[in-house]
């Protein structure tokens, strides 16, 4: 036991404010500086994490308060980044699980909340946001008992800590109420200290450290990250490494630790030990991966294994293949292609890669929409070009049936959308299993969906609701396939040229369809310029120019009048397509194209699938 020492991980629905906690624990403990000027959201490191207002990777950071040294250990809100909160949970001893006051707990706070009791550790409910003007904290406070509750928890479990919190102002109280103007954050700290058991291992025992994640760095390459099990680690030691072959006959890597770190602030440090119970970084082991062991070399004993939740989405990434590769991007082969992704996955567990008949293209499968819009963003951001494919979802037999992944999804829409919403989800297989009253003119409707009827349904949802709609969603198991889902799209509007648009083709081609494309935009034949008002795709001249002649009066000269065109974003465009169509991803450029660009290798392909 290191009775000066303590583990915790922040778990909460996304939104509700773990980010801001840490924040104000950072401040608040005299980590930072007077004077030091510190953004928000400062474990919020990552570019895509800043712009979306969501974190997107675990992260770790420490405070020391009366003389212990807490560990916190920041965790996504979202189910697309569970691997992450899985991964997070096995570093610590304890939570903090934030609920917001007023929405209460959300499905999220269950999934991350069911994680945190599988591994039994211990709760601090945190109930965050309490100056709301619709705050309903005793009410809440009900909600996280019954949540409890439906979840099996023991006695033990069900009778946790509660704090009231203010964290954006770091005012906390114990009990549920108002914290004072003049509270800080002590009461918070005060229960982490009492509530949170300190970690347990015997440092006498011979060394067992998990690696729970992967980092790099420019000086000194892979970093692994984890926590002492066992033992006690010690920089410039033989160490083995047990691999996940370790025990198939395979001996143990036997590495020195070149460099030994711990979390101090948001700062790594060197150190020269680091007992049981202690997070560590170290440097020196090129070939370790999640899930590893870092053992004593006299008595290798590997740890049980990481086991994260199965995919659930899968999609195929390849090689650029249009007439406009090459002018954007650095990264255009398909060995940098499999070089990132397979980067990817030795730090994203819940990622799985697939090979394809083809060299040039890859499956890539993960637990949403989000998670593999954020990989392709990343990707984009660092100089890629690539195509996508539309999301599908992974199948499983069971007992000669098939079956399919199920989400449960929880929105939160004003009264008068309430139609709308059940009407979305009828012809996406969705059945609506609660619907109750929410504050101030709000309605909270609970349904069950097939995975692949709520691919694109959050922009659809948001548009006709006009930005009102909030949608949480989380995988919940596998039902039977629920049959073929309509499509909601019209056809497709194709250019069957190479060239740039101009304003007059746009213009006589208003009626056809919604275009994508301003005039003076570079099209190619076999690009999607625009959605059809009819069912079937059409094929169009979107860049001929207006002939010359003779004829100079008013009428003929008029100024072309276009509506706005609908700009894909990468998420739109992801959801928008159908099979036979696939996203171009430049760093400048989102394109929506056919698979096979030429109309007489369409007409073949498509004679191919109706035989």
Request: glycine fraction near 8%.
């Given at each position: 036991?290191?009775?000066?020492?303590r583990?915790?991980?922040?778990?909460?629905?996304?939104?509700?404010?773990?980010?801001?906690?840490?924040?104000a624990?950072?401040?608040?403990?005299?980590?930072f500086?007077?004077?030091?000027?510190?953004?928000?959201?400062?474990?919020?490191?990552?570019?895509?994490e800043?712009?979306?207002?969501?974190?997107i990777?675990?992260?770790?950071?420490s405070?020391?308060?009366?003389?212990?040294?807490?560990?916190?250990?920041?965790?996504?809100?979202?189910?697309?980044?569970?691997?992450?909160v899985?991964r997070?949970?096995t570093?610590?001893?304890?939570?903090?699980l934030?609920?917001d006051?007023?929405?209460?707990?959300?499905?999220?706070?269950?999934?991350?909340?069911?994680?945190?009791?599988?591994?039994?550790?211990?709760?601090?409910?945190?109930?965050?946001?309490v100056?709301?003007?619709?705050?309903?904290?005793e009410?809440?406070?009900?909600e996280?008992?019954?949540?409890?509750?439906?979840l099996?928890?023991?006695?033990?479990?069900?009778?946790?800590a509660?704090?009231s919190?203010?964290?954006?102002e770091?005012?906390?109280?114990?009990?549920?109420?108002?914290?004072?103007?003049?509270?800080?954050?002590?009461?918070?700290?005060?229960?982490?200290?009492?509530?949170?058991?300190p970690?347990?291992?015997?440092?006498?025992?011979?060394?067992?450290?998990?690696?729970?994640?992967?980092?790099?760095?420019?000086?000194?390459?892979?970093?692994?990250i984890?926590?002492?099990?066992n033992?006690v680690?010690?920089?410039?030691?033989?160490?083995?490494?047990?691999?996940e072959?370790?025990?198939?006959?395979?001996?143990?890597?036997?590495?020195k630790?070149?460099?030994?770190?711990?979390?101090?602030?948001?700062s790594?440090?060197?150190?020269?030990?680091l007992?049981?119970?202690?997070?560590?970084?170290?440097?020196?082991?090129?070939?370790?991966?999640?899930?590893?062991?870092?053992?004593?070399?006299?008595?290798?004993?590997?740890?049980?294994?990481?086991?994260?939740?199965?995919?659930?989405?899968?999609?195929?990434?390849?090689?650029?293949?249009s007439?406009?590769?090459?002018?954007?991007?650095?990264?255009?082969?398909?060995r940098h292609?499999v070089?990132r992704?397979?980067?990817?996955?030795?730090?994203?567990?819940?990622?799985?890669?697939?090979?394809?008949?083809?060299?040039?293209?890859i499956?890539?499968?993960?637990r949403?929409?989000?998670q593999?819009?954020?990989l392709?963003?990343?990707?984009?951001?660092?100089?890629?070009?690539?195509?996508?494919?539309?999301?599908?979802?992974?199948?499983?037999?069971?007992?000669?049936?098939?079956?399919?992944?199920?989400?449960?999804?929880?929105?939160?829409?004003?009264?008068?959308?309430?139609?709308?919403?059940?009407?979305?989800?009828?012809?996406?297989?969705?059945?609506?299993?609660?619907?109750?009253?929410?504050?101030?003119?709000?309605t909270?409707?609970?349904?069950?969906c097939?995975?692949?009827?709520?691919?694109?349904?959050?922009?659809?949802?948001?548009?006709?609701?006009?930005?009102?709609?909030?949608l949480?969603?989380?995988?919940?198991?596998?039902?039977?396939?629920?049959g073929?889902?309509?499509s909601?799209?019209?056809?497709?509007?194709?250019?069957d040229r190479?060239?740039?648009?101009?304003?007059?083709?746009?213009?006589?081609?208003?009626?056809?369809?919604?275009f994508?494309?301003?005039?003076?935009?570079?099209?190619?034949?076999?690009?999607?310029?625009?959605?059809?008002?009819?069912d079937?795709?059409?094929?169009?001249?979107?860049?001929?120019?207006k002939?010359?002649?003779?004829?100079?009066?008013?009428?003929?000269?008029?100024?072309?009048?276009?509506?706005?065109?609908?700009?894909?974003?990468?998420?739109t465009?992801?959801?928008?397509?159908?099979?036979?169509?696939?996203?171009?991803?430049?760093?400048?450029?989102?394109?929506?194209?056919k698979?096979?660009?030429?109309?007489?290798?369409?007409?073949?392909?498509?004679?191919?699938?109706?035989?």
């Open positions: 036991m290191s009775p000066k020492l583990n915790v991980a922040l778990v909460a629905h996304v939104d509700h404010g773990k980010t801001t906690l840490v924040d624990l950072l401040r608040a403990t005299g980590t500086a007077a004077h030091q000027a510190v953004v928000d959201r400062v474990m919020d490191s990552n570019d895509q800043r712009e979306r207002g969501i974190t990777l675990a992260k770790a950071a405070i020391t308060w009366k003389g212990v040294k807490i560990n916190l250990v920041d965790t996504p809100g979202h189910a697309d980044f569970g691997g992450e899985e997070a949970l570093m610590v001893d304890g939570v903090l934030l609920v006051a007023a929405e209460g707990p959300l499905p999220q706070t269950r999934y991350v909340l069911q994680k945190a009791l599988a591994l039994d550790l211990p709760a601090v409910v945190v109930i965050n946001k100056d709301r003007q619709d705050a309903r904290a009410e809440v406070l009900d996280i008992y019954q949540l409890f509750i439906d099996d928890a023991g006695d033990h479990h069900i009778d946790f509660i704090v919190a203010v964290a954006r770091g005012r906390t109280m114990r009990g549920v109420g108002m914290p004072a103007a003049d509270d800080d954050l002590s009461a918070l700290l005060d229960t982490v200290l009492d509530a949170i058991p970690p347990t291992g015997d440092a006498s025992a011979p060394l067992q450290a998990m690696v729970t994640q992967l980092d790099a760095s420019e000086y000194l390459g892979r970093l692994a984890g926590r002492v099990v033992g680690m010690r920089r410039g030691e033989t160490v083995a490494l047990l691999e072959e370790f025990g198939e006959g395979q001996p143990p890597l036997k590495r630790l070149a460099q030994l770190m711990s979390f101090h602030g948001v790594r440090d060197e150190v020269d030990e007992s049981a119970g202690d997070l560590f970084v170290v440097a020196g082991f090129p070939e370790v991966e999640i899930g590893d062991t870092i053992a004593a070399v006299d008595s290798p004993v590997a740890l049980p294994r990481l086991v994260v939740d199965e995919p659930v989405l899968r999609m195929t990434f390849g090689v650029n293949t007439p406009l590769a090459g002018r954007d991007g650095k990264f255009l082969t398909s292609l070089d992704l397979n980067k990817e996955i030795l730090g994203n567990v819940s990622i799985k890669l697939f090979e394809t008949g083809s060299p040039d293209v499956e890539v499968a993960g949403g929409e989000l593999l819009a954020v392709i963003e990343s990707m984009r951001r660092e100089g890629y070009e690539l195509q996508v494919s539309r999301p599908e979802v992974i199948t499983k037999e069971v007992n000669g049936k098939r079956f399919e992944p199920q989400e449960r999804g929880v929105c939160d829409v004003p009264d008068e959308y309430v139609g709308t919403v059940t009407q979305e989800l009828a012809p996406r297989k969705g059945r609506v299993t609660d619907l109750r009253a929410g504050d101030a003119g709000r909270i409707v609970t349904f069950e097939p995975s692949r009827g709520l691919i694109g349904f959050r922009s659809l949802l948001l548009t006709s609701t006009r930005g009102t709609a909030l949480h969603q989380h995988h919940v198991g596998w039902m039977p396939w629920a073929d889902m309509p909601p799209r019209g056809g497709a509007l194709v250019s190479l060239g740039v648009t101009t304003g007059y083709a746009l213009d006589k081609l208003q009626l056809s369809g919604q994508f494309v301003n005039p003076g935009e570079q099209v190619y034949e076999g690009m999607v310029v625009g959605e059809s008002a009819r079937d795709e059409m094929v169009i001249n979107a860049v001929r120019a002939e010359k002649n003779n004829i100079r009066t008013h009428s003929h000269d008029d100024a072309v009048k276009l509506p706005t065109p609908k700009i894909h974003t990468l998420e465009a992801i959801e928008w397509i159908v099979d036979d169509e696939l996203v171009e991803v430049t760093p400048k450029a989102i394109r929506v194209r698979r096979y660009l030429a109309l007489e290798d369409r007409r073949k392909a498509n004679k191919k699938v109706s035989a």
